[in-house]
């Protein structure tokens, strides 16, 4: 699995393109290092961005889920409502779709951070604010409470 690192300052030109960092794309599989699905995050008011063959890996997950539990169906719809496919043009600018955008607060200024194997796509202002709010000491309440269930020697 890949995984990407990063955070990255960005802004939007005034056609909505977002030019992809070069420290960023270089971290990308070489076969998938243009094509892309952007999504709305599901617990943030944040965009994904998936290089297309985790989007593929995540749709096979979701494949195998029985349609025919209402549940199952729901969250299928949800979840991929919204998702488009993107190609990076040859500068390496990605179009990002104003309905996406608009559900995002996204209009100029945009962080991308990278988060294991997707990219999240935040308007400055609220990553901002939503990194400010959590303090210290939450993280390390949620640190604790998330690591302790993983049996591991690494610190």
Known sequence: MVTFIGEFDCKLD???????????????????????????????????????????SIVADLSKLNRFIKDNDTFIRQFTNGAISVEADSANRLLLPKRLTDYASIEKEVILSANLNKIEIWSADL????????????????????MSKIETNKS
């Open 14 to 56: 005034p056609k909505g393109r977002l030019s992809l960092p070069a420290g960023l794309h270089k971290q990308f599989d070489a076969a998938y290092k243009d094509r892309f699905v952007i999504n709305r995050s599901i617990f943030q008011k944040c965009l994904i961005l998936y290089p297309l063959n985790t989007w593929e």
């Open 127 to 146: 990553f901002n604010k939503v990194m400010d709010e959590f303090n210290q000491e939450s993280f390390e309440s949620l640190a604790e409470k998330v």
